[in-house]
């Protein structure tokens, strides 16, 4: 099985799910929403939330696929132009953070962590754009029933038609606080979550300790080369 993690473009939205298409549950605001229930195209709405912010700002996403399918995606923006974070209790995101606002796998993948995997490519696309921080309003089941975690601490799977709700369009808090986000604002239901992008992380280290053998590698090769005696020595 083969994981390619890309930035979602806007000749791919093909690869979002059929709910990430139609989900405006970030991008409006809900009173908009009701005001306009039976009369909005939610699919042409978010695209066209994809399309400014695109425009303004660059990729906002990223998606996975696995064997040539889509699987998953997550989305991410800065919080500005993400009407919902204006109006949850633990807002406002921080001044120098982008939102990660929502992602969505498909039947079976949660399975594979793809939600860690998708976390992971969203830090490695703002590291490279010089981002300080990301912040996430998780969720939080407070009866105590896990339903909306899967096995990987991950989010619950994408179905063919369903409505836009906190329990379906927002993060598992458990989600983020496994890929080392931190709490930064309480809340028994809808916590407000933050990482800092310029903390050492778990994989850092990893590529470091790479590197750090790939040095010694070519240390002891150069080191045999000079010892060689030179060809026709007596």
């Known amino acids: ?25 970030w991008e409006m605001d809900p009173a908009a929403i009701k005001g306009a229930r039976g009369f ?8 066209a939330w994809l399309s400014m912010v695109m425009l303004e700002w660059g990729s906002c996403g990223q998606v996975a696929v696995v064997d040539g399918k889509p699987v998953g995606s997550a989305l991410y923006a800065p919080p500005r132009t993400v009407p919902r974070a204006q109006l949850l209790p633990t807002g406002p995101v921080g001044a120098d953070a982008i939102l990660l606002t929502s992602i969505w796998l498909e039947p079976g993948a949660e399975q594979q962590d793809l939600g860690s995997t998708l976390i992971q490519a969203v830090v490695a696309d703002l590291v490279r754009r010089g981002v300080r921080a990301l912040e996430a309003f998780g969720i939080r089941d407070i009866n105590g029933d896990r339903s909306l975690d899967t096995q990987s601490g ?7 038609v369903r409505e836009c709700s906190p329990e379906e369009c927002m993060i598992p808090a458990t989600l983020l606080e496994d890929n080392g986000f931190e709490v930064v604002a309480p809340h028994p ?3 407000r979550l933050r990482l800092e992008l310029n903390r050492d992380h778990g994989w ?7 590197l750090e053998r790939l040095l010694k590698t070519a240390s002891v090769s150069l080191v045999d080369i000079g010892e060689r005696t030179p060809v026709g020595a007596p």
Do not use: W, Y
């Not at 991950?154 to 063919?160: E, F, Y």
């Open 154 to 160: 991950g989010v619950a799977p994408t179905r063919a």
């Open 204 to 210: 850092k280290e990893d590529v470091e300790a790479a």
């Open 40 to 47: 909005c195209d939610q699919e042409f709405e978010k695209e």
């Open 1 to 25: 099985m083969s994981i390619n993690v890309t930035s979602l473009t806007l000749d791919g939205l093909d690869k979002l799910s059929a709910h990430a298409r139609r989900c405006v549950f």
């Open 189 to 191: 239901r809808f916590p």
